[in-house]
């Protein structure tokens, strides 16, 4: 998929992270995905610190747009692990870049590694992440 085409699919199928605007998909292609955080006071966690599951969040996401950049089957990836490390706390107001890239896409598997930084270029948080590729045969059971 092109950037045009994922920022278009994540706003239609993703409005409650996608519609504030206070994400953006700055880059998607080949495997690598930039995505850009302004967080605001929903993503502040007591301290005053940006909280632990907005940036698992923004690392889930930007892993997903480096998938789509390879393909449009990758839509229906399914994050089966994610391992995050956090390096250093992010503060309010700045705006986060995450990185996302590719380092492994199987034909059932995926490996994405993303990193979070803060204006300064600081790593905030490591993250490694496998997706599930499920193939035209999968089944979806509920």
């Not at 955080?37 to 480096?66: C, F, N, Q, V, W």
């Amino acid at each position: 998929m092109t950037l045009s085409e994922i920022r278009d699919y994540l706003a239609a199928e993703f409005p409650q992270v996608f519609e504030s605007n206070d994400i953006t998909v700055d880059a998607a292609a080949g495997g690598v995905a930039t995505m850009r955080l302004l967080p605001a006071e929903k993503h502040l966690r007591p301290g005053g610190i940006i909280s632990g599951p907005t940036l698992m969040m923004l690392a889930d996401a930007a892993a997903y747009a480096a998938l789509l950049s390879l393909s449009d089957g990758a839509k229906m990836a399914v994050t089966t692990n994610l391992n995050i490390s956090f390096l250093r706390a992010a503060p309010p107001g700045a705006p986060i870049r995450q990185s996302a890239t590719v380092v492994k896409a199987g034909r059932r598997l995926a490996v994405v590694v993303a990193e979070a930084f803060d204006p300064a270029e600081a790593l905030l948080a490591h993250t490694t992440m496998t997706y599930a590729m499920p193939g035209s045969d999968a089944r979806v059971v509920s």
